[in-house]
């Protein structure tokens, strides 16, 4: 994986899998803390605790296309080669959270990528379901909902040429919501 | 086997509709990228993105970009299946945003299948 956008895509089609209706994203950066934290949170099957230990393991898999496992695996050594640590809390029927945490001046930290690109890519190639974004850095905090857009659209599905539309739109807010908020205040 | 409630019916009927939304003429064409960790990494990202594009630019409004798992040839990543309505998917591989936009001209919107680029036409899984 090249930056860590791509790890919470990932991540979330775990949840897809898992059956979800609702993700929530959340990412904190904080320089002044030194931390940079991401948290991918469903209501899906949720995993039992011997499922849950072998969760990190590449060589476990659900899935019956191939034989390895790869994802959890990636984010974890990614926060790892970051002086961080992945945690994964789940349980049956009660959703699974995963998180992973960096310390954001580590030289080997991925940087975080086109958060938009993937919340586009999971809200497009997902109808029916809810995913929320959540971003603070010191500075701003800013949200991102596909229920707002859905209500916004009134009935035309989201992935529509005007659906997509307004799914760019509300995520060029999230960006701008962060870099511009230092020079608004 | 527990006894079948109403809610229960209501999530067949749920799942049913979603199923064949698609034969209803919800959308004429379903195009859909593979997103497992292989494809990420692949770079499936970027195929979605240059898919929606081409459906914004082109206002299709009968062409629906989706995606979905593994389909366990990860080597041929990034991935996608085409289905027009009543004809076989077709299953493109080793995309890049510029196969992509050949993709949409000849076969989703001119109906010609792009034979170089394609792996096998028949179902969602490779094998």
Partial sequence: ME???LHILDIAENSIAAGAKRVDIRIRESRREDLLS??????????????????TDPFFTTRTTRRVGLGLPLFEQAARAAGGECRIVSRPGSGTSVT???????VDRQPLGD????LLTLAVGNPGMEFTCRRQTDDADVFFNTAEIEAELRGAPIHSPAGIAAVRKSLERLR???THAVGNR | MPKLKLEDLAE????ARKATSLREGAARVKMTVHMG????????????EAALREVEQGDLRDVMVTTSGCAGLCSREPMATVEVVGEAPVK????????????????????????????????????
């Fill in chain 2, 92 to 127: 493109y591989v080793d995309l890049t945003e510029a196969k992509v936009k050949a993709i949409f001209k000849e076969h989703i919107l001119g109906g010609k299948i792009v034979e170089q680029y394609a792996l096998a036409i028949g179902s969602e899984r490779a094998y």
């Fill in chain 2, 37 to 48: 960790t292989c494809g990420i990494a692949a770079g499936a990202r970027k195929i979605v």
């Fill in chain 1, 100 to 106: 992973g945490v960096f310390r954001y001046s580590h």
């Fill in chain 1, 115 to 118: 958060i938009a690109e993937t």
């Fill in chain 2, 12 to 15: 067949v009927r749920e799942k």
């Fill in chain 1, 3 to 5: 930056d860590l956008s």
């Fill in chain 1, 176 to 178: 701008e919501g962060v």
């Fill in chain 1, 38 to 55: 991401i948290e991918i949170a469903d209501d899906g099957s949720g995993m039992k605790q011997d499922m849950l230990k072998k969760a």
